[in-house]
């Protein structure tokens, strides 16, 4: 016997802002957050300057609590925290230590100036610069340790470092833990700090945007004339929890995960393969147990990149039988207010893409049951996730 799984709370840190209010009235200003660094000039052979830092100070942590947390778990630190509080769960300690409440939390990276102290010493043959807590900020399970240990968990911990999958991952296997019975709460999500190592790992693949002159045209995913992508940093937690434990509560809930979905293209490590991709999308339908038709909007990955658009676009056409679905990004609070933003510098769209509706302009109103969030990353892992308005 499954259970079911519902959201009751959710928080992210970006550049669009620290709560709801303040992403959707970014969304809606129709211009993006990316900037150029001009600090990256000193990095003579990389081509991007361009990057979404998150452009305020983050909230401080009891050091005691928090002295192993680098920025990268900080920001997922901020995002849980507030997503916490969004569920009513954030003074519930009873709750949270009783082992019912695991944690699965993933990034690309560690804390990036932690690794250079240990390159440092392998450079120099100088260790002054690593300390108690320099492999705790560094390790790739640092979010999902810091916040188990922040909140005093004592369920199940996973951790997901799976590049542009990370933190979907995380969602979908959380979602299972609770779905299958092993825990009753999880919090979930992923989080990156911006580094230029990071931009530099796309610019060798000739994957970055170059418009260093002009960042507010950048991104341009599934546009005829794309140049590339840009990094940013942030965090994103979502609550997930077992229907009737919400319930009998009196819990809000904000959705309902329906469908899951992943994958691996099993071929090559930065090339996507659209027949894989579509068969995640295809196991997450069956998985919800609705028809392909039901899916009403679809949250796309958008690389701005040939390859990734392209890919993406055919394998989400070919999954939802050839249908033209809305799509562009984010997704379960736009669905709850019915409106859906659009696709920034999206002014002609790829003719190699798939006819799928992409939303432009100054987004689209619309009323639908169920959307669908898909993620691609290196090592060709694919995972799609379904969503259910409650």
Known sequence: ??????????????????????????????????????????????????????????????????????????????????????????????????????????????????????????????????????????????????????????????????????????????????????????????????NPTEAAVFDTLYATSTLNDHPELAPAAYDKNRDGLVIGEGAGALILEEYEHACARGAKIYAEIVGFGSNTDGEHITQPKTETMQIALEKAVRCAGVSPEAIGYVNGHGTATRYGDISETWATYNALNQRSVPLSWLAIQMMNRGWFSPNLNLDEVDPECAPLDYITGNGRELDTEYIMSNNFAFGGINTSLIFKKV
């Open 1 to 194: 016997m499954t259970r079911r799984v519902v959201v009751t709370g959710g928080a992210s840190v970006s550049a669009l802002g620290l709560d709801d209010e303040e992403v959707f009235a970014s969304l809606k200003s129709l211009k993006n957050r990316i900037v150029r660094l001009d600090s990256w000039d000193v990095y003579t052979r990389m081509n991007t300057r361009l990057a979404c830092p998150v452009p305020f100070e983050l909230p401080e942590f009891p050091r005691k609590k928090a002295r192993g947390a680098g920025r990268v778990a900080r920001l997922a630190l901020t995002a849980v925290d507030k997503a916490l509080v969004m569920s009513g769960l954030r003074e519930n300690e009873t709750l949270l230590k009783s082992g019912q409440v695991g944690v699965a939390f993933g990034s690309s990276m560690g804390n990036i100036a932690s690794l250079v102290d240990f390159f440092e010493m392998i450079k120099n043959y100088d260790s002054s610069g690593i300390n108690a807590t320099s492999y705790i900020r560094a390790m790739p399970q640092t979010c999902a340790v810091n916040i188990s240990v922040f909140y005093g968990l004592t369920g199940r911990v996973i951790t997901t470092n799976t590049a542009c999958t990370s933190g979907s991952l995380s969602i979908g296997q959380a979602y299972e833990f609770i779905k299958f019975g092993m825990q009753d709460v999880m919090i979930a999500g992923g989080a990156d700090e911006l």
